[in-house]
């Protein structure tokens, strides 16, 4: 860190504090969640990952996440009941699934898609905090509405209509695979959906704040989040981790591939975090739910191939802070769930929409426009040369 983060003098001779990546910048006051980097503690709203890991669901969280507290009986069944009624989007959106081309990345699809949306919106120029919560929730309802939808056309086969009788992650899995799912896969997606709804200033979140602190609009907000989500140092972790473990093989060739990415300086996907300098907790309980799915499907390859990459890594590497994370076990539980690879990432965009949502409504409620500044440390006073004479 220390070379990231210096004394520099500006261009007009005035010191200023130079933080590469804005690490350790605090740009508000948040209080959707809270991370302890050193610990590796997680709390959504003030409640420890691990307790709405056990005993939460996605629709919960994301009604927890939105409104600030945990829902009432009646509050949850009506907002569950919300988002099943709006699981529906446009037959217009579908239409334009289809005709986007079959080998594009599904994260660009759902990019262009969610921004499409916004085009359907009938009251447009209305910015009133119900109305974006309103706007937050057909969100939430959409996104795996569509996701499944991209990935259906992109593996060929029809598109497959949402129910009303299943839960959010029983749902996606249904217009996944077409065929209702049985009741743990269910729940690991449920529990891996609460795990990445909301993670502090991540890069796609505060993509998502600076986008609406210029009172630009919610499904901007969205689309660039989801552009951000994309990038490898990301959201698309997860699909690069689970192409080393495909690439790796075999658990004999894990530490001289491991060992070798070090010495080239190059990274080993699904390790290391900007805020975590220890194991994060979120991998923690993923890399539970990978060893019983292992133990489930009687294909333990790939579960310990895992423990094998941490293992060298962490004898490696640990000292410098380089552990697990969220990307790095989540990779196994989708493909024991025998998920697509492409779909990976869209998955985390189906949770983080609510994290994302959520905070836009907070930047919403006392918003001053995000703009930090650059030094230019090039030559000043330069004098304008004409075509001809370059
Ligand atoms: N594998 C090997 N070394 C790693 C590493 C990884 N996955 N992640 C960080 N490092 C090393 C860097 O090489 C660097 O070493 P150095 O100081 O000797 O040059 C040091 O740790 C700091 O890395 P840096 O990239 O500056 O940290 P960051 O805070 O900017 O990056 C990530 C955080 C997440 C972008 C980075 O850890 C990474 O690229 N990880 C892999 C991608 C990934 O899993 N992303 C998902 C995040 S949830």
């Known amino acids: 860190m220390a070379d990231k983060v210096r004394e520099v003098i500006d261009e007009f001779g005035r010191p200023a504090e130079f933080r590469e990546g804005l690490e350790g910048v605090v740009a508000a006051l948040s209080m959707i969640s809270s991370i302890d980097g050193e610990n590796g503690v997680l709390l959504y709203r003030g409640i420890p990952i691990e307790q709405l890991a056990e005993h939460s669901t996605f629709e919960e969280t994301s009604y927890f ?11 949850l069944t009506e907002f569950e009941n919300k988002l099943k009624s709006r699981r529906q989007v446009q037959p217009a ?46 969100l939430i309802a959409a996104f795996p509405t569509i996701v499944a939808a991209i990935q259906r056309r992109q593996s060929g086969q029809a598109v497959v209509a949402p129910r009303t009788d299943l839960s959010h992650a029983a749902n996606f899995l249904y217009m996944v ?80 591939y491991v060992l070798e990415r070090l010495k080239n300086k190059q990274k080993v996907m699904g390790f290391g975090h900007r805020v975590y300098h220890t194991y994060d907790p979120r991998a923690r309980i993923l890399s539970q739910y990978s060893q019983k799915l292992a133990q489930q499907t009687g294909n333990a390859k790939w579960f310990d191939m895992s423990k094998k990459v941490e293992e060298i890594m962490i004898r490696e590497v640990g000292e410098k802070g380089i552990y697990p994370n969220v990307d790095f076990y989540s990779a196994t539980v989708y493909y024991y769930m025998g998920l697509d690879q492409d779909l990976f990432t869209p998955i985390f965009a189906v949770s983080r929409i609510a994290g994302w949502t959520a905070h836009v409504l907070e930047q919403m409620q006392n918003n001053r426009l995000f703009r930090p500044r650059a030094i230019y440390p090039g030559e000043k006073n330069l004098a304008y040369v004409p075509i001809e004479q370059r």
């Not at 990345?105 to 916004?118: C, E, F, I, W």
């Open 65 to 75: 996440l939105l409104y600030g507290r945990l829902p009432k009986r009646q509050e």
């Open 93 to 138: 959106i579908l239409d334009l699934i289809r005709s986007f081309p079959a080998t594009a990345n599904a994260m660009d699809l759902l990019r262009t898609s969610v921004s499409a949306l916004g085009l359907y919106d009938t009251d447009p120029a209305n910015s009133a905090p119900e109305k974006n919560l309103d706007r937050a929730i057909d």
């Open 177 to 256: 695979n077409g065929e209702a799912p049985a009741e743990y896969a269910s729940r690991v997606l449920d529990v891996a959906l609460i795990l990445h709804a909301d993670h502090g200033f991540n890069a796609s979140t505060f993509t998502s704040r600076v986008v609406i602190s210029s009172l630009s609009d919610m499904y901007a907000a969205i689309t660039a989040a989801v552009g951000s989500l994309k990038g490898p140092l990301h959201g698309g972790a997860n699909s690069e981790v689970m192409t080393t473990l495909l690439k790796i093989g075999s658990i004999e060739k894990v530490e001289a």
